[in-house]
T-cell receptor, first 114, second 112 residues
């Protein structure tokens, strides 16, 4: 079991560019989550998938943000027309089926928009 | 609306001390509560998860308690070590949602 992996680990982009992040959950975890964390704050929920279905989205997920999990395995998070306010750590987590729903987090992708 | 608060925001203690980190939440209709550790610039490591029906969980030198009715959880760290230095975050999951709602964390420094 290799844990949740995220790619890239760091991304620097210019304002107005599009970026895409990838998350690979723990094998056989059917639930996948995206969070965003800014300096000195706790993570904030963005969206949640159960298998390939996106079941919950935060108001933080503006129309510039889109997430997919096409085959119920890995997920991508795309930000279009990036703004300086998008600079943050983007965290992915997964949890297995069952009643406990403990979430396991990846190392995160740090985005810097210049 | 569920809000999670962690006090203190920062804590500095000498090595060997026992310490308590506090977490409070405003809505008692929670499904579970998780405590995490985060090292600078890194992801989150799950430390303990307490289901809403449980009162406490233990793992090694860590003990977490939950009092749903008062909206409080504590994380007790025994015999602290410099390697325990990190930010500790608590997060609650409500009955009606799968998302976690986080506090802002307690930044812990254990001095040798």
């Amino acid at each position: 079991d290799t844990g949740v992996s995220q790619d890239p680990r760091h991304k620097i982009t210019k304002r107005g560019q599009n970026v895409t992040f990838r998350c690979d959950p723990i094998s056989e975890h059917n639930r996948l989550y995206w969070y965003r964390q800014t300096l000195g704050q706790g993570p904030e929920f963005l969206t949640y998938f159960q298998n390939e279905a996106q079941l919950e989205k935060s108001r933080l997920l503006s129309d510039r943000f889109s997430a997919e999990r096409p085959k119920g395995s890995f997920s991508t998070l795309e930000i279009q027309r990036t703004e300086q306010g998008d600079s943050a750590m983007y965290l992915c987590a997964s949890s297995p089926q069952g009643a406990v729903h403990e979430q396991y987090f990846g190392p995160g992708t740090r985005l810097t928009v210049t | 609306k569920q809000e999670v608060t962690q006090i203190p925001a920062a804590l500095s203690v000498p090595e060997g001390e026992n310490l308590v980190l506090n977490c409070s939440f405003t809505d008692s209709a929670i499904y579970n509560l998780q405590w995490f550790r985060q090292d600078p610039g890194k992801g989150l490591t799950s430390l303990l998860l307490i289901q809403s029906s449980q009162r406490e969980q233990t793992s090694g030198r860590l003990n977490a308690s939950l009092d749903k009715s008062s909206g409080r959880s504590t994380l007790y760290i025994a015999a602290s070590q410099p390697g325990d230095s990190a930010t500790y975050l608590c997060a609650v999951r409500r009955d009606s949602s799968y998302k976690l709602i986080f506090g802002s964390g307690t930044r812990l420094l254990v001095r040798p």
